[in-house]
């Protein structure tokens, strides 16, 4: 039933046409590719593959420092904001990532999302809507119990909701679950109770909202920060920029919408 | 941003769940490609570069689960009908419609380096693309280990093995392609995950 269209020989050389020794048939050009030469081969390709990371190494590096400064640049009437205390939830929370955010312009206005609908319900709220909480700075973040990078995201997320929800911040976590083991509502209120979610969750079993909200480019995690009028002001995918997230908040809960 | 954090980003997703989707139809393709194995995988990791970026950076590439399925069922044909005896010849297509099936069912681990370059992604030219590449060629490091153990197995051990390797990689992607036609990838995916967590 399967056909290689030569007798065995050495690895590559066969997968390249190469001869396979007497009896073999086939007429083809060039000696087999020895093991010595395959290694040498395979440490050239490693030297130049380390000279390619090298090289764009040095051009990202390049980039970053030119965005600093633009940003840099960008920034007016810095504004301290004091850091406290870890979190009062979470196994291991870290160390505030700053002691001092500094506030630059304003969070620029991103692209309408829609209200979430078709949801299997709310766990942790008496709310039954994203508008519920209008007049809030709200933190809408997609994720899954089950997905390692949204479990990395809280104690980080724990941090800034403890920090910033007496002062008028909410989080809504939309609960996408990836597998099957995941939809049952009861896994999702035990798996938040275990993991320190205090915050409303809504269950978009169906994926809907997860879908319309991000398009074709869906990820689990993936945070929205929207303001007080309801408008996107903040879109980050994975982990990361935690100073981004709370900087963002930070600005409209001082300053407003 | 930085490229060795992101390569050892890629390496952490190796040993993932979300990255199985990726690393079983490949290895896959290699099993059954048997003496083509290294230019099978190096077209299935090409094949994974160009959907992935084309996807992630919103320049399009987003097929549907029919399109997927037929993808995968054309590079098993590809690899295992008689008819194609030139495996050397048909490894390249097969291995670049597998690749490209396999992005468009892959959900990644998203960490904070890999965070960034998504986010990133869409303003970034053909630097995206390098940067990609990068982080693949940890995600996929398993498939390269396969592709060159392949070649070090003694011949002996290999001639012996490869019919049951064929099977084995063959089997496995034409139930994908199946899972894939009637809906039941995401399903399949979720079993592989928590095979993988039970392991």
């Not at chain 1, 009896?23 to 030469?37: D, F, H, K, L, N």
């Not at chain 1, 050239?44 to 940003?71: F, I, K, N, P, T």
């Not at chain 2, 299935?44 to 959907?51: D, P, Q, S």
Request: proline share 6%; with cysteine; aromatic share 8%.
């Amino acid at each position: 039933m399967f056909m290689t269209g030569a007798t065995p020989a050495t690895g590559w050389a066969r997968s390249l046409g190469g001869s396979t020794g007497a009896g073999s048939g086939v007429e083809m050009i060039g000696e087999p590719m020895s093991r010595s030469q395959f290694l040498a081969a395979l440490i050239v390709v490693g030297a130049l593959g380390a000279l390619v990371v090298a090289r764009v190494q040095s051009g990202a590096e390049a980039g970053a420092g030119s965005d600093q400064e633009a940003a840099a640049e960008a920034a007016s009437e810095p504004k301290p904001i004091t850091g406290g205390e870890q979190a009062a939830v979470g196994a291991t929370p870290p160390a505030p990532q700053t002691t001092t955010l500094v506030v630059a312009e304003p969070p620029p206005i991103l692209e309408d999302k829609p209200a979430l609908t078709d949801l299997d319900g709310w766990l942790q709220t008496e709310a039954t809507s994203l508008d519920d909480f209008s007049g809030q700075v709200r933190i809408v973040e997609f994720w899954t119990f089950g997905c390692f990078n949204c479990k990395n995201r809280l104690p980080y997320t724990q941090e800034i909701y403890r920090r910033w929800q007496p002062e008028g911040l909410e989080i809504i976590a939309v609960h996408a679950p990836e597998f099957d083991y995941e939809k049952d509502p009861e896994a999702v209120a035990a798996a938040a109770a275990d993991l320190g979610v205090v915050w409303p969750i809504a269950l978009d079993t169906n994926k809907t909202n997860f879908r319309a909200w991000q398009g074709s480019r869906r990820f689990w995690p993936r945070t929205y920060v929207l303001d007080q009028e309801g408008r996107v002001r903040y879109d980050h995918i994975g982990e990361g920029d935690y100073d981004g997230l709370e900087t963002t908040v930070a600005q409209l809960i001082t300053n407003g919408p | 941003m930085s490229v060795f954090p992101l390569l050892a980003e890629g390496f952490e997703s190796a040993l993932m769940a979300c990255s199985l989707i990726l690393l079983v139809p490949g290895a896959a393709v290699g099993l059954t490609a048997r003496a083509a194995a290294i230019p099978a995988i190096a077209s299935f990791a090409i094949g994974v570069l160009g959907l992935s970026w084309l996807r992630f950076s919103e320049r399009g590439g987003d097929f549907s689960p029919l399109v997927i399925a037929v993808a995968l069922m054309a590079a098993t044909i590809l690899l295992l009908v008689p008819l194609i005896s030139r495996l050397d010849v048909a490894a390249v297509p097969a291995g670049l419609l597998a690749g490209g099936a396999a992005a468009e069912l892959w959900r990644p681990c998203v960490g904070a380096e890999f965070g960034q370059l998504l986010n990133e992604l869409p303003d970034r030219g053909l630097s995206g693309l390098g940067l990609l590449a990068i982080y693949l060629v940890g995600t996929l490091s398993p498939l390269i280990v396969l592709a060159a153990l392949h070649h070090l197995v003694p011949d002996r051990i290999l001639e012996k093995l490869e019919p049951a390797w064929s099977v084995v990689g063959g089997t496995a992607l034409a139930l994908l392609s199946l899972a894939t036609a009637l809906g039941f990838h995401d399903e399949l995916v979720g079993k592989l995950f928590e095979w993988s967590v039970a392991v």
